[in-house]
């Protein structure tokens, strides 16, 4: 058994000494920062003037935002949805209704899912604005509802998100 502990403490010594030697003839200055890189999207003037409008007029035209809505973009917006929602045709259910076909559609009609009674006694259309509104903070917008998420804050992120639903047909 020593022998072999004899060997293996042989074999790390001369590694550690093969790593000496090259600091001491082989060093080289250390540029490494600290942190990560932050990589920046680049957003397009539009965006950066729709985002100057809003902040400068609450009651923008939400249908003027949609001429510059991305479906793409919504896709990407939607995949966090995906855990809880269904895109597909097929209006399986999930911890959330189907998503297929929502805009235009009454609030809380999917017979097999079970709505709060928030969502149930709402009796409306799910339109742009009405999906503007509460995918920007469903708790405040639909009080007593059970849908657990934060919101989208951005208004770009609402608009291409609803853009991408519209497709859903």
Request: charged share 30%.
């Amino acid at each position: 058994m020593n022998k072999y502990f004899l060997s293996l403490m042989s074999i790390l010594i001369l590694f550690q000494s093969f790593k000496v030697l090259d600091e001491i003839f082989y060093h080289e200055a250390n540029n490494i920062q600290k942190g990560y890189v932050v990589l920046e999207e680049k957003v397009e003037e539009k965006e950066i003037e729709t985002t100057e409008k809003t902040l400068e007029n609450e009651e923008i035209d939400i249908n003027e935002l949609f001429n510059n809505a991305s479906i793409e973009k919504g896709t990407k917006i939607a995949r966090q949805c995906s855990a809880c929602h269904d895109f597909s045709p097929n209006l399986k259910i999930k911890v959330g209704p189907p998503l297929w076909g929502l805009v235009g559609r009454k609030v809380g009609v999917i017979s097999d899912f079970k709505y709060s009674e928030a969502l149930k006694n709402y009796n409306k259309n799910w339109t742009r604005q009405e999906l503007n509104g509460f995918l920007e903070n469903p708790k405040s917008y639909i009080d007593g509802t059970k849908m657990i998420y934060k919101g989208l804050n951005k208004i770009n992120d609402r608009v291409n998100l609803i853009s991408y639903l519209e497709s859903l047909k």
